[in-house]
């Protein structure tokens, strides 16, 4: 743990990844630990991990980024704490992310910027930009994240590290500040696929606390892991290797094809043909959840409340105009009008609608294949202050992410080469639960 915080002082000049680091509780919990001996069966215990900071910490302050909650210092811990506190790992601190989760490159944070491990004039991605540059950064071994569209998967991609969003349901949302409650799902940030596997094995499971946390049994995901491909039916959507998505970028999951097939997996070219519809089917589902989620902070329960105020209504609407960040304005304007009596069968029904004909695609492609594999994103990791001019093309960057939250199922993206000095990273999805052969894969390919 000190060597951590060394490592963490060093580092964060360069990438800025944590929001706070708790140098007095992490060490009184490697004080209490040294007391009782390392668990010689339990790998966690001793470990520093980063928390993105929209995991509630007791007594740690919790931010999700946001100005409405600059000073909240919960009085809990989220289930997945829990459960890494009885593991005996160690939160060493909270790291920085796109506000509420929303955004694609850490630059909605109310707080700080943080910049990609390996070059800092581009963006870690986001939203979970500070768990990725963290673990890219060599400052902690693993992290947790949040992903609702992408923002596991994507900063994995944009650092060269493995990034794993579990089935809906696999890890307890409880503690996890909501942004799209029927999307969001905790998951790892680790720099090897076996390590990956080990961290969500312990903070999986069944929740009474999370009515959506699934009762499915929960496998130790690293059982079997060195078992292979061969023989694994692989399927490679075309929409995948499209327009849009940049030339290195298909070479790179090109040349990963050619890899698992000489490790003798059997590789078929299919088609997701409702996947084009994710992006704008996502922000309408997405933003009418952030909308009704983010209805709580009106500065009377949690963080910010606006001083020289007339009335009640004044208090809110003051507090909420000061608290929340444009990009969080925005989405809780798109969700508010997507719901509303005039606008709802046009926009919130439709979407919901065609996120079943989503869903329907890859229930028949995974009828057949084990496994769907392409790139994470279009492009590496692109310039800080280049994509957020435009919030359109912001969006468009979560294409290939989408889907895969939008069924519910588990993605990961892990390295799969450079280009120009950046991370190119490839993306597994599995079906639903079955993360243990998504794992498998990625440690054969790795
Ligand atoms: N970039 C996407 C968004 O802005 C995804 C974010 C996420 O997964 N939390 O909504």
Redesign the pocket.
Known sequence: TKETLAVIKEREQKVDAFLSVDEKGALEQAAEIDKTGIDADNVLSGIPLGIKDNIVTKGLTTTAASKILENFEPIYDATVIEKLKAAKAITIGKTNMDEF????STENSAFKLTKNAWDQTKVPG??SGGSAAAVAAGEVVASLG??????IRQPASFNGIVGVKPTYGRVSRYGLIA?ASSLDQIGPFTRTVKDNALLLSAISGADTRDFTSSKHEVPDFTKGIDGGVKGMHIAVPKEYLGEGVADDIKKAVKNAISVFEKLGAIVDEVSLPHSKYGVPVYYII?SSEASSNLQRFDGIRYGHRAQAVKNLEDVYVKSRSEGFGDEVKRRIMLGTFSLSAGTYDAFFKKAAQVRTLICQDFARVFAKYDLILGPTTPTTAFGIGEDIKDPVTMYMN?ILTIPVNLAGLPGMSLPAGYSKGLPVGLQLIANQFDETTMYRAGYAFE
Do not use: L, R
């Not at 989760?101 to 694609?104: L, R, S, V, Y």
């Open positions: 989760a929303m955004g694609g986001g939203s949040s992903d609702t569209g992408g923002s942004f997405a979560d």
